[in-house]
């Protein structure tokens, strides 16, 4: 498969996740509320969205993406701290 296609694949499977988690998101029953979902419903809704992270997954492996990345917050501490470097003044030995 072409890198353009994966990427056209990739938005396919995003879209698909966000679609999914909203519908889910405004069906969640609230404190006093039964689910207007079947328990039957919920399960398929668990596997299509399991299918989904899977494909993400090989995607992204596909195209040698790391899934492993996270967002970073401004203020958040750095497990390391970058340094410069002062080249020194070229020395002639004699």
């Given at each position: 498969?072409?890198?353009?296609?994966?990427?056209?694949?990739?938005q396919?499977?995003?879209?698909?996740?966000?679609?999914?988690?909203?519908?889910?998101?405004?069906?969640?029953?609230?404190?006093?509320?039964?689910?207007?979902?079947?328990?039957?419903?919920?399960?398929?809704?668990?596997?299509?969205?399991?299918?989904?992270?899977?494909?993400?997954?090989?995607?992204?492996?596909?195209?040698?993406?790391?899934?492993?990345?996270?967002?970073?917050?401004?203020?958040?501490?750095?497990?390391?701290?970058?340094?410069?470097?002062?080249?020194?003044?070229?020395?002639?030995d004699?």
């Amino acid at each position: 498969m072409e890198e353009k296609e994966l990427l056209k694949e990739q938005q396919i499977m995003r879209a698909m996740r966000k679609t999914l988690t909203s519908v889910v998101r405004d069906c969640a029953p609230r404190a006093d509320q039964d689910s207007p979902l079947t328990e039957q419903t919920i399960e398929n809704v668990r596997m299509c969205l399991g299918l989904i992270a899977a494909r993400e997954a090989e995607l992204a492996e596909s195209l040698g993406l790391s899934r492993n990345e996270r967002p970073h917050y401004t203020d958040e501490v750095k497990s390391a701290e970058p340094i410069q470097f002062i080249p020194t003044a070229s020395r002639k030995d004699h």
